[in-house]
């Protein structure tokens, strides 16, 4: 049995009365989940041994089923309910899998769709032998419009969860409650989940199905010790006042990871928050939710360098930098694509690697990312990063967030940039330009700004620079 289950069942055990799960009015104990999960993935052993299906938003059936598939030893692959039906398909073929666990009613031909509840109906078959060694499967967005799917193995997992719980502030917790906000089909989530069930805490779950409900995110916050978010979300969280240490006292650790955090950001937070730890994690799907983090210092606040992502010596994984480029080698790195060869992996000394595309280096023993090697264009002639654009705009007061969109042409040809900043009304676009023109050179200052009073957010909680595309195009 996997480690991290003897850990849910020693709380179980010592602590059964305990919240697991928070969502809403609904709270699932420890006792009710290890006793319901044991039974489900019992029953699961006897339906088959391909990977599960888990559906739903973030109903108690969610978790309890993730738990259900560790017992049995059967994959589980979540989706959320704003996957559309023919993703929701693919991913079923893909995966093979015979058995959707839906905690909401989804109509999907060709497999068994059932609640947790009514695995009862495999309890006369054999229990199936199984030598499965993954533990989830999280499907990405692939470049070629077909979603991608990253097995991450039991070793992975563990191997993350082990290195998690060593993290400053995290690490002296007890019985604290977890934010949760991402959905469970983001790889985000593994860090709140898996934190807080080994850990002996309560999650506590944002629905965020539809629009953001701000009422129940900071009913959520309110009592909640750690929040681990997308610094968007972050950055949604802060436009609201009153989300400060008077209000939010028990907060003691943020936790983002998935996306740059912006440094202006990070400084509100903790100037809001003078005492609360920032911990900014850094890493791929690929490579089981986070393989580095660093605790945010309001000295790395002061001047204009880039923020690190994450302290070397303390990494889940090995870190390396080949031609600009962040390597990452051994534990946290998953097998390779589901069928698919994949050239972002590869094996050297016998040790399993991954291209993350991010371009990077490394610093005085931390990690810092500068962009992502796609993110990388030719205007004009000119080689780009975006990403130094965006870090510009991001140094000028008043801007909040900003993504660079490149125009292209049928051809490929880049023909113009567009800068999306996130800022106050009172900021003009011909300011952001007049600023962008004193530290960048002329062919690098976005020929149109647009100011928004907040940057459009995918389902993940990242910033949809999808939709910023389209918006170029209006
Ligand atoms: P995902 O697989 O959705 O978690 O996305 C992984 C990608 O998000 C990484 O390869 C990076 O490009 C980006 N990313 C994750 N964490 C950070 C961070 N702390 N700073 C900058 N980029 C990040």
Not at 44 to 68: C, D, F, M, Q
Not at 428 to 447: G, N
Request: hydrophobic residues 40%.
């Amino acid at each position: 049995m996997m480690k991290l289950l003897l850990k849910l069942e020693q709380t179980a055990l010592q602590t059964p009365d305990r919240p697991a799960y928070i969502v809403g009015t609904q709270t699932v104990t420890y006792g009710e989940l290890v006793s319901l999960a044991k039974r489900d993935g019992a029953l699961l052993r006897r339906e088959g041994t391909s990977p599960v299906i888990v559906y739903g938003h973030k109903e108690p059936a969610v978790v309890r089923a993730i738990v259900a598939c560790l017992y049995a030893g059967r994959a589980y692959v979540p989706v959320d309910v704003c996957v559309p039906a023919e993703r929701l398909q693919n991913i079923i073929r893909q995966t093979g899998a015979s058995l959707v666990l839906a905690a909401r009613p989804v109509c999907v031909p060709g497999v068994t769709v059932l609640s947790p509840d009514g695995l009862e109906c495999f309890s006369d078959r054999e229990p199936q032998p199984n030598g499965n060694r993954i533990a989830y499967m999280i499907f990405t967005s692939g470049s070629t419009g077909v979603p991608k799917g990253v097995p991450v193995s039991c070793e992975n997992l563990e191997n993350f969860v082990r290195w998690e719980q060593t993290l400053p502030c995290l690490n002296g917790l007890q019985a604290a409650t977890v934010c949760n906000q991402a959905r469970f089909h983001f790889d985000l989530s593994v860090a709140d989940l898996y934190y807080a069930l080994c850990g002996g805490h309560t999650l506590a779950a944002v629905r965020t199905e539809n629009s953001l409900d701000f009422a129940e995110i900071f009913r959520v916050l309110k009592k909640s010790d750690v929040a681990v978010m997308t610094p968007t979300f972050l950055r949604l969280c802060l436009t609201e006042r009153d989300f400060n240490t008077e209000n939010y006292p028990k907060l003691s650790c943020v936790y983002v990871c998935g996306e740059p955090l912006p440094k202006p950001a990070a400084k509100t937070l903790l100037e809001r928050f003078p005492r609360l730890c920032l911990l900014n994690a850094y890493g791929p799907t690929e490579a089981t939710s986070a393989v580095c983090a660093v605790r945010i210092t309001k000295e790395m606040l002061r001047d204009d360098a880039p923020l690190p992502v994450g302290e070397l010596s303390a990494a889940a994984t090995e870190i390396f930098i080949e031609n600009g480029e962040v390597i990452l080698k051994g534990k946290s790195v998953c097998g390779g694509y589901l069928h698919a060869d994949g050239d972002a992996f590869f094996v050297r000394d016998g040790e399993q690697c991954y291209r993350t595309g991010d371009l990077g280096y490394t610093q005085n023993g931390m990690l810092y990312v500068s962009g992502r090697r796609d993110g990388q264009i030719k205007y004009m002639g000119y080689r780009i990063e975006l990403g130094e654009i965006e870090n510009a705009a991001l140094r000028l007061p008043g801007v909040r967030a900003c993504a660079v969109v490149p125009q292209t042409a049928p051809d490929g040809t880049v023909r113009a940039i567009t800068a999306f900043a996130e800022a106050d009304a009172f900021l003009s676009p011909d300011a952001v330009q007049t600023a962008l023109r004193r530290t960048l050179p002329s062919y690098m200052v976005p020929k149109t700004v647009r100011i928004l009073p907040s940057l459009p957010v995918t389902a993940n909680g990242k910033t949809d620079r999808k939709e910023l595309q389209k918006q170029c195009r209006t």
